[in-house]
């Protein structure tokens, strides 16, 4: 488990934590647990996850970041996933996703366990496992 900070996320979390335009909000699905601790956006362009409640330690908000820090998870087309540096929130974004259901976008793929929720760039193997007692980005 390890923080990631990345700028080029930080614009892809822009385009999915719902500040798309209206022409391009029908490209964003939304998506929670069927606890609700967990909700999630997914497009042709990343995923991103945000968590309710978590057992696990966030790591240190960065000093570029002058808003919510580390309560959720994003991967996009490029590099590892990382932590969100964001002013809105993805629970209760839309339907629940049944455990044992999985949603695609494009090359991201997101999967809903018992255990969290697991999401990847099908391309180059990247993404995130989250649940309430850990994380993994890789």
């Known amino acids: 488990m390890r923080p990631a900070g990345r700028i080029s996320l930080?614009?892809?979390?822009?385009?999915l934590g719902g500040l798309a335009t209206a022409a391009s909000a029908a490209a964003f699905t939304g998506f929670v647990s069927p606890t609700h601790n967990i909700g999630c956006v997914i497009s042709k362009g990343g995923v991103r996850c945000?968590?309710?409640?978590?057992?696990?330690?966030?790591?240190?908000?960065?000093?570029w970041c002058d808003v919510d820090y580390g309560g959720g998870v994003a991967v996009d087309k490029k590099g590892k996933a990382?932590?969100?540096?964001a002013g809105d929130t993805t629970l209760e974004s839309g339907p629940v996703l049944a455990y044992g259901r999985s949603i695609s976008r494009g090359r991201f793929h997101c999967?809903?366990?018992?255990?969290g929720m697991r999401c990847v760039n099908k391309r180059?193997?990247?993404?995130?496992?989250?649940?309430?007692?850990?994380y993994e980005l890789f």
């Open 10 to 15: 930080v614009l892809v979390l822009v385009a």
């Open 82 to 85: 990382g932590f969100v540096c």
């Open 124 to 134: 180059n193997g990247h993404g995130f496992y989250l649940n309430k007692q850990h």
């Open 50 to 63: 945000d968590i309710r409640v978590h057992s696990w330690s966030s790591p240190p908000k960065p000093k």
């Open 111 to 115: 999967e809903s366990q018992e255990a």
